[in-house]
């Protein structure tokens, strides 16, 4: 209702009260500026197709309401179709559920902790694929697997078919290390408290990690897919939105002998800097941080640390539907569609994020940056002149930049954002002339 004042949002992410040092939530429900209810259900005509461009403007100016954010998001995300009907959504989540569970399945047969609504920490195997029998790490895995599974167990069943191919054993090798990972994310909020939540987490993780064996799993990823496991009560939909997620960012997470995939992002970040910045960037590059590896973790977890986590959630759906593009599903489920022919499919520009459409006009055959780059670059240039006086090594852009954590506003984030995007192109289009 109009004039109905805001309401706070921290109750539907509800911190344990010993926590005393998390940020303070800033983002609010806005009526009339948030998407609601019955604005999302309005958006939808009888069959079930979705004008997204009507929701698209008002995510940016006020956020999502909790309630709906997880069914949101999966079409953020591109796991439906906007154009697709409520029977045809029904039926691929249906093929999708049965998808995930097959993939579980199998996860399971080789390490039956899986789905079984605990997780380890210890490790099970060593690099070269021999079996852990040292009785402290068989004792806290015991633990975690339950009254009902002995890991020793397990690790004799693993090894009574005889040595291990090399995909089981760099899976089994990753275990260990996303429950630790899992035990350290989010745990302010009550929600984890419960070990099936952990748990759910854990196996999505898990088998993630099992079919993409590029990637596997890298520290980060769980800080990524926790939202989805709190916001999708079904486990196999959460799987869906975190896989959607790291189509976008699993570039980041890939790593070779020479390089990690972020640093694509990092030298495109210093670019930015060099053209809408340049005195920040050549202090930077003078103090040896030309690299721009401080930034890692703002790329690689989208300010999950630097934000409360509902502002964090709030500052990832303004980013999806600023970049939204309603071809997003085709280009997910039909990859060897052409660019041209994907977007013949779409026939309103409106159905496209502000900042899409400003990417649309560039006429080059390189991808377009990600809004995220853009984001960190805000941040810069926010804290430019703090950093131009005060920082006189790495460290002190490294403490300066984390004395931003709880301080950040998102919203003007992404405003701050779009600004420096149309800056940097204006200038790059002058610099061709």
């Not at 709906?68 to 953020?76: S, T």
């Not at 997003?328 to 990859?335: A, G, K, M, Q, V």
């Not at 995220?372 to 930049?401: C, H, P, Q, Y």
Request: hydrophobic content about 35%.
């Amino acid at each position: 209702m109009w004039g109905a004042p805001a309401e706070p949002a921290d109750s539907y992410y509800e911190v344990r009260p010993e926590c005393t040092d998390v940020p303070e939530t800033k983002f609010k429900i806005r009526p009339g500026k948030t998407l609601s209810v019955r604005k999302w259900q309005a958006a939808f005509d009888p069959d079930g197709q979705l004008d997204i461009g009507k929701t698209l403007g008002r995510i940016h100016r006020g956020g999502i309401h909790p309630t709906i954010r997880g069914e949101v998001w999966e079409f953020l995300l591109g796991c439906f179709d906007p154009r697709s009907t409520y029977e045809e959504r029904e039926q691929l989540r249906q093929e999708r559920r049965e998808h995930y569970e097959k993939w579980k399945t199998v996860c399971r047969e080789i390490f039956p902790v899986i789905g079984s609504g605990q997780f380890i920490t210890a490790p099970v195997v060593t690099e070269d694929g021999q079996p852990i029998h040292d009785p402290l790490v068989l004792q806290e895995a015991d633990n975690a697997a339950g009254a009902s599974t002995e890991s020793s167990e397990i690790v004799n069943d693993l090894f009574s078919k005889g040595p291990l191919d090399k995909r089981i054993i760099n899976w089994l090798l990753l275990l260990h290390q996303i429950g630790l990972d899992v035990k350290r994310t989010d745990r302010s909020l009550v929600f984890y408290e419960k070990q099936e939540n952990l748990a759910k987490l854990w196996d999505i993780l898990c088998v993630y990690a099992w079919i993409d064996t590029d990637v596997g799993y890298c520290q980060g990823m769980s800080d990524l897919c926790s939202p989805m496991i709190i916001l999708l009560e079904n486990e196999a939909d959460a799987f869906w939105c975190f896989e959607r997620l790291m189509r976008r960012l699993r570039v980041n997470f890939r790593c070779t002998e020479s390089s990690v995939g972020v640093e694509s992002q990092l030298s495109h970040l210093a670019m930015v800097t060099q053209v809408i910045d340049p005195k920040l960037h050549q202090h930077l590059e003078t103090l040896g941080g030309g690299d721009y590896l401080f930034a890692v973790r703002m790329l690689m977890v989208l300010f999950r640390r630097e934000f409360s986590f509902c502002d964090s959630l709030y500052l990832w759906e303004m980013m999806w539907a600023l970049e939204y593009d309603p071809d997003l599903f085709y280009l997910y489920e039909e990859p060897t569609l052409s660019l041209e022919e994907s977007k013949m499919r779409s026939r309103s520009m409106r159905h496209y994020g502000k900042f899409e459409r400003e990417n649309m006009k560039i006429k080059s055959d390189e991808a377009p940056l990600p809004i995220s780059v853009f984001l960190v670059a805000s941040v810069l240039k926010e804290k430019s002149t703090k950093l131009l006086n005060e920082a006189r090594g790495l460290d002190d852009v490294v403490k300066i930049l984390n004395d931003i954590t709880g301080s950040l506003d998102a919203k003007k984030a992404c405003n701050e954002a779009i600004k420096l995007h149309k800056k940097y192109l204006k200038k790059v289009e002058e610099g061709k002339r």
